[in-house]
Every structure is written in structure tokens, then in C-alpha cells.
């Protein structure tokens, strides 16, 4: 036998990359079922009839299909103006959000200062703190202001900055090398044209990260509305969603079939965003390479 | 107003066994919860980061679970869990075992928030697929040339260059986790503490005493000493981040 043989067909690159997709596709399709199991529940439920839901032991698959829960849940209330109002607020606090925090970060990660880690741990400080013990002096002082009833207690903050987001839009910017800046800082850019030009476009994916949180979160707020809104007209789905939950009995037909409705916007917004993502990533990998 | 002194520190240590008790709970699921979740959404993060016919799917599935709203999860969960006629235990069924009674069982509710807990990793997951978009690919075809094999690739290449995102992940999921409480309340019949009080977290015992007995001395008692744990457990952190956190950027730490 000659020691020099072509490889055999297993030992070929192609070979042993399709083994791997095929492996790859395998786990996660396993995986998908896995996860899209209990939401199953969820959207079955959404079609049964409230009989079906209280039949014991519960059935996998609506005997019949009731579509009509989902228009039927929509009319209970004005779920229409109820969604704009949560499209507007979601909107405006993602906005807000990715601008303040991202420049917040741009501060930390690059611009050298005294005090800059002390004044960091602080910032990371109030994370520590649970939500619950601040809500209370949080409602006193917007109640002062005279917030109660408008919106502004649910925007204002997203401008104000978020732990969280800063820290992590930090983290990205660290890997972004200095080289970059400093030729920029030569040609006489200042330290908001530097953010504006090179950080926002370098760290396009984490920027979209941060976006589809903060989207997401406003979205689900429920505490948020729940303290500061008063008015019917202003409220938001979550609140809306609330209504379902009754004190004598809990609509479930039309709890879950709204919960799906409501979750159906943050997913298309999610698998349209991932565009970007991808874009975002040749971006930074052309600078780096 | 009456001032106790450090009286409402000292009860904490000397006459509240709850208190241990909350204070065990939390630290058994911050030790559970925060490897479990790390590892879990970076392996999720380099499987989503293949190119797969249909990867914008399986991303948005995986997703799915953190798109979903608190209170709505944990309900749904409750009936997911339930011994009898739960799904979890009917699969397992399936596969011929019988599954534990999960949340009416006291070994089995922690173990039952930290499943419903990986459930949602696809969050976690996102920050990774973020910092992986800037790794260039000529670092993995440099590193074919000379042979490497997947695992070196992930060890040399991949893990250095999202240490920025697991020391972040690894920190704010500490954070998190010794903050559990809405999960523990939903769950066990507003903030009861669930069979043998096993669900009685750091956080729930604070509200309890916050507003059910109105006595707010000795929670903010136990909100100081909570935050004294977290930070000390954060600047750890953050000094042992020096020695492996790499960030590509230069030598800003």
C-alpha cells in the first residue's frame, strides 16, 4: 500500500462539513420541538371552547377550531386604540434607549477620565437594587411632578440611561480598536462625531440587540401602565390583556388567543431585525480583518 | 420614629430561621442558574451561528420564549409542570419515566424554575450571536489551514472573543438571580413560599416582611445586606475579569 493515498471519502473537508449540517439542522429541529411544545398550549387553548379548556384531562389538539376567539377578544374592548398606544410607547422608549445608552457607553468604554471606575461600579450599583423597593419613592416623585396619568413616567426614563444596556453596549465598544479613532480624532472629530460615525455603525449588531430588548420590554411592560395610567384610552395591551383575568373567572379562550395576538409584532419584528444583524457583522469583521 | 440600631442585623442572623432559610434558596439557584444559563446560551449561540438553510426560523424559535411576558409564562409553566396531566411529565412518560410532582415536591421546585429558566435562554443567546457577528471568518479559515479541530477553534478563537460578553452575561445573570422573586410569588399562591417553604427567596421573604407584616425596618434591613452580597460578588468579579476578559480594542480595562 502506497503511503501517499487520496483521502478516503470520509476524510474528505465536504464530507465531514455536510456530517456536521446535517448534525447541526438535527439538534436544533429536536430543539424547536422543544421549545415550541408549551407554546402549543398556549395557541391550542386559544382555539378551544371554554368547555374544551375545562374538560379534565386536558386534550392536545381543539376538537374544533374556534377562530372566532380571536376576533371575539379583540372586540371585547378597544384593543385597537390600545395597541397603537403600546406601538407609540414601545417605539419612542426603543429610540430613546439605544441613543442615550449607547452614547453613555461610548463615555465609559473610550474617553478616559478620573473617576471613570468608580462612577461605573455606581452605575452598576443600581442594578442591585430591586425593583420593588424603588417603585414606591419612584411613584412619590413623579406623582410631585405631576406625571401621574400621562405618559411621561414611561418615556422619560428610557432617555435617562439603563444599567444594563450600558454595560453591555460597553462591553462591545472595548473591542472596538482605538486605531479607528484616533486617525478621526486627526481629522478633527469630536467625541460626538466619533460616536455618531464610527461607534453606532461598528457596533451595529449589539445596537439591534439592545433595540429588540428594549422593544420587548416595553412592550410586556405591565407594572409600568398599571401605576401611572388612569385614563382607559391610554392604556396598553398588557394591561388589556389584564381584563381577561377576571375576579370570578378566568377567560381563558380569550386570554390566550390575545396573548398570541399581542406576541405576533415582537416576532416579526425580531425575524425582520436579524437582516441588519448580519449586515451589521460585515461591517466590523471588514474593519478588523 | 425608634431607633433599634444594628438590633433588626442581629435578629436577621439569631432569631429569623426564615431568613436562612431564603438566604439557602437563593444561593442554591444562583449556583445552579447562572453556569446553567451561561453555557446553555453560548452552546445555543454557536449552533445558531452556522450557515443553515433556515437559520432565520430556527433564531426566531429559539427566541420566542424571552419575547414572552412574565406573569403569562409562569401560568402557562404551572399547567406545563403539573404531575398528573402536565406535558412535561407526559413526555416524560413517554420515554418510560415517571416524572417528580415538580412544584408540590420541595426537592423538585427549584429544579422546576431552573428548567422553566432554560427554557427562555434564547436571550442570553442573542448577546452572544451579537459579539460572534464580529469575529471574522478569516481567523477560523487561518486556523483550518493549520488543521484545527472544531473544539480548538471554539477554545483559541471563539471563547476569547466573547469573554467580554460572558464576563457581562456571568454578572448580570448573578445579579439577576440573587434578585428572584416575581416567578417564586406567581408560583407558589402570592408569595406563600411554596411546600416546605423551598420557592422562599432572599426577595420574597424581604416582601413579605415589607408588606405583609409592615415591617419595613427589617426589610430594609435585608435589602442593605443583599446589596453589601451582590456588590462584593460583582467587584470579585469584576477584578478576576482583568485576568481573562479579552477585548480586542487594546488595553482598556
Do not use: C
Not at chain 1, 130 to 152: A, D, E, R
Not at chain 1, 185 to 203: R, S
Not at chain 2, 68 to 97: D, E, F, H, K, R
Not at chain 2, 224 to 234: A, D, E, G, P
Request: charged share 10%.
Amino acid at each position: 500500500m502506497s503511503s501517499v493515498s487520496a483521502p478516503k471519502f470520509y476524510e474528505t473537508k465536504k464530507f465531514k462539513d455536510k456530517v456536521k449540517y446535517t448534525f447541526v439542522t438535527f439538534v436544533l429541529i429536536a430543539g424547536s420541538m422543544l421549545i415550541l411544545l408549551p407554546l402549543w398550549w398556549m395557541i391550542s387553548t386559544s382555539l378551544k371552547s371554554p368547555a374544551e379548556i375545562a374538560q379534565y384531562p386536558p386534550t392536545f389538539f381543539p376538537k374544533e377550531f374556534h377562530f372566532n376567539n380571536y376576533i371575539e377578544a379583540w372586540q371585547t374592548a378597544p384593543f385597537t386604540r390600545w395597541a397603537l398606544n403600546t406601538l407609540f410607547l414601545a417605539s419612542v422608549g426603543t429610540i430613546g434607549s439605544v441613543l442615550v445608552n449607547s452614547l453613555v457607553a461610548y463615555g465609559f468604554a473610550k474617553i478616559h477620565f478620573k473617576g471613570r471606575n468608580p462612577l461605573f461600579i455606581l452605575v452598576l450599583s443600581t442594578m442591585l437594587i430591586p425593583g420593588f423597593v424603588t417603585m414606591v419613592p419612584q411613584y412619590i416623585l413623579f406623582s410631585k411632578l405631576g406625571w401621574v396619568n400621562t405618559y411621561l413616567p414611561l418615556l422619560v426614563p428610557a432617555f435617562l440611561g439603563s444599567a444594563f444596556f450600558i454595560f453591555l453596549l460597553r462591553q462591545f465598544m472595548l473591542g472596538i480598536p482605538n486605531e479607528l479613532m484616533e486617525a478621526a480624532v486627526l481629522d478633527g472629530a469630536g467625541h460626538l462625531q466619533i460616536w455618531w460615525h464610527i461607534m453606532l455603525p461598528l457596533t451595529k449588531p449589539a445596537l439591534i440587540t439592545v433595540a429588540i430588548f428594549s422593544f420587548n420590554g416595553a412592550w410586556n411592560d405591565l407594572l409600568g401602565p398599571l401605576l401611572y395610567i388612569n385614563d382607559e384610552s391610554m392604556y396598553t395591551l398588557q394591561i388589556g390583556l389584564q381584563t381577561f383575568k377576571g375576579t370570578v373567572q378566568t377567560q381563558w379562550h380569550y386570554l390566550m388567543a390575545m396573548s398570541v395576538t399581542v406576541l405576533l409584532p415582537v416576532i416579526f419584528l425580531f425575524f425582520f431585525f436579524q437582516k441588519y444583524f448580519i449586515e451589521g457583522s460585515n461591517l466590523s469583521s471588514g474593519t478588523k480583518g | 420614629m425608634n431607633f433599634v440600631g444594628l438590633e433588626n442585623y442581629k435578629s436577621m442572623f439569631t432569631m429569623d430561621d426564615l431568613f436562612r432559610t431564603s438566604l439557602f434558596n437563593t444561593v442554591y439557584y444562583v449556583v445552579f442558574s447562572v453556569p446553567l444559563t451561561t453555557a446553555g446560551a453560548i452552546i445555543l449561540a454557536v449552533l445558531l451561528n452556522q450557515k443553515i438553510k433556515g437559520m432565520k426560523f430556527f433564531r426566531t424559535i429559539y427566541y420566542l420564549p424571552a419575547v414572552l411576558s412574565g406573569v403569562a409564562v409562569y401560568l402557562l409553566w404551572m399547567q406545563l409542570l403539573s404531575p398528573s396531566t402536565g406535558l412535561v411529565n407526559t413526555m416524560l412518560g413517554w420515554i418510560g419515566i415517571t416524572g417528580p410532582a415538580w412544584l408540590f415536591d420541595p426537592d423538585w421546585t427549584k429544579p422546576a424554575l431552573l428548567l422553566m429558566k432554560m427554557w427562555s435562554v434564547g436571550g442570553g443567546m442573542l448577546l452572544y450571536l451579537a459579539i460572534m457577528q464580529g469575529v471574522s471568518p478569516q481567523m477560523y479559515e487561518a486556523a483550518d489551514m493549520e488543521g484545527a479541530s472544531p473544539w480548538q477553534k471554539f477554545y483559541y478563537i471563539t471563547l476569547p472573543m466573547i469573554s467580554p460578553i460572558i464576563f457581562f452575561d456571568v454578572i448580570t445573570s448573578t445579579i439577576g438571580a440573587f434578585q428572584i422573586f416575581q416567578e417564586a410569588y406567581v408560583m407558589t399562591e402570592n408569595g406563600s413560599g411554596g411546600p416546605g417553604n423551598s420557592l422562599l427567596f432572599y426577595n420574597l421573604h424581604m416582601w413579605n416582611n415589607a408588606f405583609e407584616v409592615f415591617n419595613m425596618g427589617y426589610a430594609s434591613a435585608m435589602a442593605w445586606l443583599l446589596f453589601l452580597i451582590v456588590m462584593i460578588l460583582t467587584s470579585v468579579n469584576m477584578k478576576l475579569g482583568k485576568r481573562w476578559v479579552h477585548y480586542e480594542g487594546g488595553n482598556d480595562k
